[in-house]
């Protein structure tokens, strides 16, 4: 009875919540890569994964924010050197990579993985200008 209980509970859950992935599969996926992201058709941005967990995202317009992430009640979360509240997403992969889905949000934002790359991000100086 015990075990029927425990298994309509688990398939009672939504399919993506039993996809997820946690932060050592995460870090070992990611590490040492650069995530081109998409969203509704899109290019959305990128993430650069380095060592200790440690982040450099972009919007693609050569400007680059510092960063960390860590694991938080099953979520990946990221703080940046500009934003330091945390940003947490779910991941997921699915056929075609990784699947994020924004948690501060739901409704806000998806993501999917476009390309990944051993390539480092391009990042511009600061702003320079006369």
Excluded: H
């Excluded at 440690?54 to 979360?77: H, K, P």
């Amino acid at each position: 009875m015990r075990i029927a209980l425990t298994l309509a509970c688990l398939f009672a859950l939504p399919a993506q919540a039993q996809n997820l992935i946690g932060a050592d599969e995460f870090d070992a996926y990611t590490k040492g890569k650069t995530f081109y992201y998409g969203s509704a058709g899109q290019a959305y941005g990128a993430e650069e994964y380095l060592e200790n967990r440690r982040v450099r995202w972009s919007f693609l317009d050569g400007r680059c924010q510092e960063g960390v992430w860590y694991e938080e009640d099953g979520l990946i979360c990221f703080t940046y050197d500009t934003t330091p509240e945390p940003q947490c997403w779910s991941f997921e992969r699915g056929s075609g990579g990784l699947i994020a889905r924004y948690e501060n949000d739901p409704t806000q934002t998806q993501l999917y993985e476009v390309e990944k790359t051993p390539e480092p991000l391009l990042c511009l100086g600061p702003d320079v200008g006369v």
